[in-house]
């Protein structure tokens, strides 16, 4: 059983930069597809960002997010630059098969997922 623990979340100023961090256990081979996903108050959850050996971004946080993680430590990270109030949301680390990263499919995970780490910006 896959569990996934999130952290790193806070609350910072428009323009500042926030570290995410996500720690999973309980891996399988067959989902290895992590992202990280969002969810605003009122609003849907959205993806954010997805890794496998590839980085894939949503175009709202390109060059601003950068995904990146340690499989040997199981650990996957979201560094945020340039935030602004419209990225205030709870965080969610999610954790997929890895076909989903290997198509493209990296939004499309659904399978385990953290309790979240709220993030808010002003």
């Known amino acids: 059983h896959v569990q996934l623990v999130e952290s790193g979340g806070g609350s910072v100023q428009a323009g500042g930069s926030l570290r995410l961090s996500c720690v999973a256990s309980g891996y399988t081979s067959s989902h290895r597809c992590m992202a990280w996903f969002r969810q605003a108050p009122g609003k849907e959850r959205e993806a954010v960002a997805g890794i496998y050996e590839d980085a894939y971004y949503v175009d709202s946080v390109k060059g601003r997010f950068t995904i990146s993680q340690d499989k040997s430590k199981n650990t996957m990270w979201l560094q945020m630059n340039s935030l602004n109030p419209e990225d205030t949301a709870m965080y969610y680390c999610?954790?997929?098969?890895?076909?989903?990263?290997?198509?493209?499919?990296?939004?499309?995970?659904?399978?385990?997922w953290g309790q979240g780490t709220q993030v808010t910006v002003s």
């Open positions: 999610a954790a997929g098969p890895t076909m989903l990263c290997k198509q493209g499919n990296w939004y499309r995970i659904n399978d385990y």
